[in-house]
């Protein structure tokens, strides 16, 4: 798993491509954490279209945590997904620990939401 992430129209966006693991997620978060922390940023979204296969509820849960204790310097996360893989897991997981994350599977829903 690896990601590009640069910044448009004044927001962090950071796009993932490999296969979805667990592993993956543990290892670029700290550095999308730190990154999006060291330029200022304040929002982001994470494009996963380019992510190939599916994580079981169990790990859709830890990525939520992980988000929310490596992604909690910004103001809002937006998760773009495909429509099939959208389940709330992940979504409730950081919400619960404090990070304003929300998962979309329509991309101007996404960007709207973190102009607002």
Excluded: N
Aim: aromatic share 4%; with cysteine.
């Amino acid at each position: 798993m690896h990601y590009l992430l640069e910044r448009r129209d004044g927001r962090a966006e950071c796009r993932l491509e490999g296969l979805a693991l667990l592993e993956g997620w543990e290892r670029i978060l700290p550095q999308i954490g730190q990154a999006t922390a060291d330029a200022g940023d304040s929002t982001l979204i994470i494009v996963i279209e380019g992510l190939v296969g599916f994580l079981g509820t169990p790990e859709r849960q830890k990525v939520g945590e992980l988000a929310a204790q490596h992604l909690k310097h910004l103001r809002k996360v937006a998760l773009l997904v495909p429509p099939q893989k959208v389940t709330g897991v992940t979504q409730r997981a950081a919400r619960e620990r404090g990070l304003d994350l929300r998962v979309f599977d329509d991309a101007a829903q996404a960007l709207d939401w973190l102009a607002a």
